[in-house]
């Protein structure tokens, strides 16, 4: 379950009970699928890169993709899509907020 306060929800490429999802590109597929979805709607070209709602990423070596909330407030069927997606695919399903990298230092 998705906390409605959450800004920010991971589907980690783990399934409930710890093992590695495949195939291996999973996360790139699914956020190539939500590629049209952006800020002011999709435009010629946005498909070639990935939505800033959804954006497939690597934390401490396990692939995730990172679902904005924004996403469900402006369209709630890619939303459900994604989280039907993790739902169906038994995935592990993390609220956190994806920080910056810090600084390099000098």
């Known amino acids: 379950m998705v ?4 800004q920010e929800v991971f589907i980690l490429g783990l399934t409930v009970d710890g093992k590695t999802f495949r195939p291996s590109d999973w996360a790139e597929r699914l956020a ?3 590629s049209s979805f952006r800020p002011g709607g999709a435009q010629p070209g946005s498909h070639l890169s990935y939505s ?5 990423n690597t ?9 904005n909330r924004e996403l469900h407030a402006l369209e ?3 939303w459900d899509f994604c989280l039907n997606f993790a739902r169906d695919n038994n995935l592990q ?3 956190a907020c994806l920080l910056p990298d810090p600084p390099a230092k000098t």
Do not use: H, R, T, Y
């Open 52 to 56: 800033p709602w959804c954006v497939p």
């Open 76 to 78: 709630p069927m890619a």
């Open 3 to 6: 906390l409605p306060s959450a």
């Open 93 to 95: 399903v993390a609220e």
């Open 59 to 67: 934390i401490d070596g396990v692939k995730c993709v990172v679902v």
């Open 32 to 34: 190539g699928v939500m």
